[in-house]
Nanobody, 116 residues
Framework: QVQVVESGGGLVQAGGSLRLSCVVSISIFSFGIYDMGWYRQAPGKQRELVASITNGGRTNYVDSVKGRFTISRDNAKNTMYLQMNSLKPEDTAVYYC????????WGQGTQVTVSS
């Protein structure tokens, strides 16, 4: 069974950086065929797609993070990353990783808090 585990969240001041990691517990021969991404959900708001990366490496970002966040993957480590720079208080949310092939598997989420 595929499992997804996020890490790297925390408290940071505005303008700071964090790097989120997402490890997928499957064979390294299978990880490369999964599309992956990050969603976030702030209190009282709907969950929104932040960034995604296909199995071919094509990336997509929500407008509000373009130029500040970078999504990447290391297929040899079954890991996906979200490098977040120039963080703003409005980036505060629980960040969820997903892995998708025929169905989507979600992680438990990691809290990111940006103080002003």
């Amino acid at each position: 069974q595929v499992q997804v585990v996020e890490s790297g969240g925390g408290l940071v001041q505005a303008g700071g950086s964090l790097r989120l990691s997402c490890v997928v517990s499957i064979s390294i021969f299978s990880f490369g065929i999964y599309d992956m991404g990050w969603y976030r959900q702030a209190p009282g708001k709907q969950r929104e797609l932040v960034a995604s990366i296909t199995n071919g490496g094509r990336t997509n970002y929500v407008d509000s993070v373009k130029g500040r966040f970078t999504i990447s993957r290391d297929n040899a480590k079954n890991t996906m990353y979200l490098q977040m720079n120039s963080l703003k208080p409005e980036d505060t949310a629980v960040y969820y990783c997903y892995a998708e092939r025929s169905s989507r598997v979600w992680g438990q989420g990691t809290q990111v808090t940006v103080s002003s």
